[in-house]
């Protein structure tokens, strides 16, 4: 099979990535263009494309740009390496999720049949919903202890308020159209996630939960409000262009 080829501007379109995320990544090496045209302008090849798949799979699972390309050019089996993260990722949600609705399923029908579901019943349901759930029994845990110290509602209320600011500033920037990756936004993404970091008690296991729990449940609702969809997509480009989330 012929080998394709792909301008800057095309491969941008096919992604759904900006012309300016390719060329940070060409300029710190993550992803440099195989050839060039006379005139120099980057030509992608399938290589390139799969590399960059390779790229925005690490990211979502978490890796820092600045992680990857060691991760990418010291694994020689890469591409496969982050199909089967992610994949592991989704088989784990997929097993949870199903063993939930085994579980509630069982409830149901003992509702149905107009009798009280047993205590054992009951136990398996709550513990099928804790594991499908974004966090961790330890996780929850450690929240509960943290919900316990001295001052900490007035940390929540300032999380609060430092992620409302940092939303509105981000809606301005997507109503003027600027690019997620204006150091201005991405400035922003640091602030964003300086805030995650200390919420998460600065656990990046904790981090990653909290935003598997805002994926799941949508922006508005795991936040209670303060995050839109629309702002958390600006975000999450924002996110993969250059910031470690």
Known sequence: MDERFWKIGDLA????????????FDQIGLLAPARRTPAGHRV?????????????????????LAQIAESLD???????????????????????????????????QAIQRATEPSIDQLIQAMEALVQANDFTPEQLAQAKQRHLEPG??????EWQRQGTEIVAE????????????DPAVQQLAQRWT?????????EPAMMSSIYARIERKGPEAATRGVLTAQVWNY???????GFGA
């Open 74 to 108: 010291g694994d020689p089996d890469g591409l496969g390496s982050a199909v089967r993260a992610q994949l592991a990722c989704v088989e784990r949600t997929i097993e949870a999720q199903r063993h939930l609705r085994i579980r509630l399923t069982a409830l149901l």
């Open 170 to 181: 981000l809606q301005t920037h997507i109503e003027g159209g600027t690019d997620p990756a």
């Open 235 to 241: 975000l999450r480009r924002a996110f993969a262009i």
């Open 13 to 24: 379109a096919a992604t759904g990535l900006t012309v300016r995320a390719l060329h940070h």
């Open 44 to 64: 992608y090849t399938d290589g390139d494309v799969r590399r960059l798949y390779q790229i925005l799979a690490l990211r979502q699972l978490g890796i820092p």
């Open 152 to 157: 900490f509602p007035d940390r929540f209320a």
């Open 194 to 202: 300086a805030v995650m970091r200390d919420m998460a008690g600065g």
